[in-house]
């Protein structure tokens, strides 16, 4: 599909936020004939021409929380559950060596497909190694239905949780009583108190009233996406490729490439049905 539009001239730019896999079958499409924005978290440094990644990367997203969580919270054992595609297989061996850098250990790493449903084999494995901590790099409802099943298990007192892909609509389908102990990393929740972010919530609510849908990772990355390809647009017709990309956000990102590029990034523990942040890196 993505070939096809390109092709017959009907887009002159992509603004994605999905997963790896489907990245890569739209850079095939697009063969960087046109700007393609990525705003999700992804694995590194994305080098295929006409792609501009703006999420997060393990670097940034992982190393500093799971850092923090080996030393102040001891949880030095670990054990890593993903989904079977790219980006958690390359988190994964990035993230062990993080473990490892912090002074603690991997103790397994396992996969599953998507839309797997029942997890009673992992869980078991859990409750048989006793981590302290388990790195979830689970997607939309596959980590619904983990963490529900982890909480309803009675894993969630005594094991701690780190996930990059859980955000405020997942925590909500979660449910309070499956979320104790459960920390995300990420740069962006809609409970930042900062200065943007409040005047873009108020800006949020104005035009879409109180009980708009809330706030999330993914919404506010699409949002930026969309800037950032205006901004690329304008930079073009100025002839200004040679300095750093200005557009309006919500994160504070400086962008000059892919590999050049800094932004915030928050570390927050599950309260209920909200996120408290109890670090920023």
């Given amino acids: 599909m993505t070939r096809e539009l390109v092709d017959s001239g009907s ?41 501009y990644t ?4 393990p670097d940034r997203q992982l190393r500093p929380a799971i850092d923090m969580l080996v030393n102040q919270r001891h949880a030095r054992r670990w054990m890593f559950i993903g989904n079977d595609y790219e980006w958690p297989w390359i988190s994964h061996r ?11 250990m ?18 078991q494995k859990i409750e048989e190694v006793k981590p302290d901590a388990v790195l979830l790099s689970l ?18 007192h005594s094991i701690l949780r780190l996930s990059c892909a859980v955000e405020e609509n997942i925590l909500l389908a979660i449910g309070e009583g499956n979320a104790d102990n459960l920390f995300v990393s990420s740069g962006y929740f809609g409970a930042l108190t900062d200065d943007a972010n409040m005047s ?61 590029i800094s932004y915030p990034v928050h570390l927050a523990r599950a309260d209920g049905h909200l996120f408290r942040v ?3 890196f």
Wanted: aromatic share 10%; charged share 20%.
């Fill in 11 to 51: 887009i002159g730019a992509i603004v994605g936020m999905h997963t790896s896999s489907v990245r890569r079958a739209v850079i095939e499409g697009c063969q960087g004939r046109l700007p393609y924005v990525y705003t999700a978290l992804h694995e590194g440094v994305e080098r295929s021409p006409g792609v």
């Fill in 54 to 57: 703006i999420g997060e990367t």
């Fill in 94 to 104: 990035l993230a062990r060596s993080y473990v490892n850098q912090s002074g603690g």
């Fill in 106 to 123: 991997v103790l397994s790493e396992d996969y599953v497909p998507f839309g797997a449903e029942d997890f009673d084999v992992v869980l």
């Fill in 139 to 156: 997607v939309g409802q596959d980590a619904i239905d983990f963490n529900r099943a982890f909480g309803q298990a009675g894993l969630s």
């Fill in 200 to 260: 873009f919530k108020e800006r949020y609510h104005q035009r879409f009233g109180q009980r708009a849908p809330t706030l999330n990772s993914l919404g506010q990355s699409n949002y930026e996406g969309i800037h950032f390809a205006a901004a690329l647009a304008l930079r073009a017709l100025e002839q200004g490729n040679g300095r750093p990309l200005e557009y309006k956000g919500v994160r504070g990102i400086g962008w000059t490439s892919n590999s050049a």
């Fill in 278 to 280: 109890v670090k920023s």
